[in-house]
């Protein structure tokens, strides 16, 4: 969107000084239809507002009113950049303070190290300690997946590995998400081991899986070797932290243990990580 944007305000600062008014009039025409576009989804849709938004989709619309009510052809002078420069130096530099994210609420002490490390500032970061072949962890996840599509709040998940020694298929499926993590198909993975039944959590079952998540076959079999390493250290750290029972879930620094927290549970504790 950023890239857009870039685009068409840049064309319509070139077309200034061109003789084109059809081309200035088709350009400021789709610019204005749309800013109006994204207005409207940001107030009927997404339900929220992008500061940097509501000044270039209105700056969009008032390009085109000028068009429209016959703005002339510019003539280029060297002097008037220089000029206008340090004004637009400290334009941009007031909306870059205005937009600064701000820091993230500290987490509460006796947070788990993983847990913290994992957070990511302007986002609810939600930590799950799994075992997918864990029937409560694979309730959880449908749970988990809803809520965040009902806070409608900016979350993303991060997944820290735990097969219990009596699932017998939780370690393969564990290795094959880290995996297919390693080639940046970890969601999708993650979707179709929890889904998959548990019996094909075999090794050679969750290798198909991450093929038809889009992993290459030979860089996964290249890359379990390092996967080995890293379930063993994940497993070690959320038992070290005092985790016991799966599935538990870290929304921001809120801990959930068990399968028994509702959707809406989930969408409270997302909106209070979010303050």
């Known amino acids: 969107m950023p890239i857009l944007g870039i685009a068409f305000f840049t064309a319509a600062i070139v077309l200034a000084f061109v003789e084109a008014p059809r081309l200035r009039k088709l350009l400021a025409v ?6 109006l576009l994204l207005i409207g989804l940001q107030a009927f849709v997404i339900g929220a507002w992008c500061k940097l938004c509501m000044i270039a989709d209105p700056a969009a619309i008032l390009y ?11 003539r280029f002078s060297w002097w008037k950049p220089v000029a206008i420069a340090p004004a637009a130096a400290a334009v941009v530099g007031v909306l870059a303070l ?3 994210t701000p820091p993230p609420p500290p987490l509460p002490p006796g947070t788990p190290a993983f847990v913290v490390d994992a957070q990511e500032p302007g986002t609810v970061t939600i930590v799950e300690v799994v075992d997918f072949e864990c029937p409560y962890c694979r309730m959880m996840q449908a749970k988990v997946h809803e809520a965040i599509v009902k806070s409608g709040v900016k979350a993303r998940v991060v997944r820290h590995n735990m097969p219990l020694p009596r ?5 393969p499926a564990a290795l094959a998400y880290c995996c297919a993590e390693r080639q940046g198909k970890g969601d999708a993975m993650a979707e179709l081991l929890f889904t998959a039944p548990e019996e094909t959590l075999t090794a050679e079952g969750c290798e198909e899986l991450a093929v038809k998540a889009g992993c290459d076959r ?3 079999r ?11 250290v994940e497993s070690i750290q959320a038992r ?5 029972s799966l599935p ?9 243990v068990g399968a028994a927290a509702s959707t809406d549970d989930l969408v409270a504790a997302i909106h209070r990580a979010k303050h």
Not at 226 to 231: D, E, H, N, Q
Request: glycine share 14%; aromatic share 10%; proline share 2%.
């Open 30 to 35: 789709g610019g204005a239809a749309w800013a």
């Open 64 to 74: 085109a009113i000028a068009i429209f009510t016959g703005a002339s052809t510019l």
């Open 98 to 100: 205005w937009t600064h």
């Open 167 to 171: 699932h017998a298929h939780a370690l």
């Open 218 to 220: 030979e860089q996964y």
């Open 222 to 232: 290249r890359d379990l070797p390092l996967a080995v390493g890293r379930v063993a």
């Open 240 to 244: 070290a932290s005092g985790v016991t």
């Open 248 to 256: 538990t879930v870290f929304i921001g620094g809120e801990q959930l």
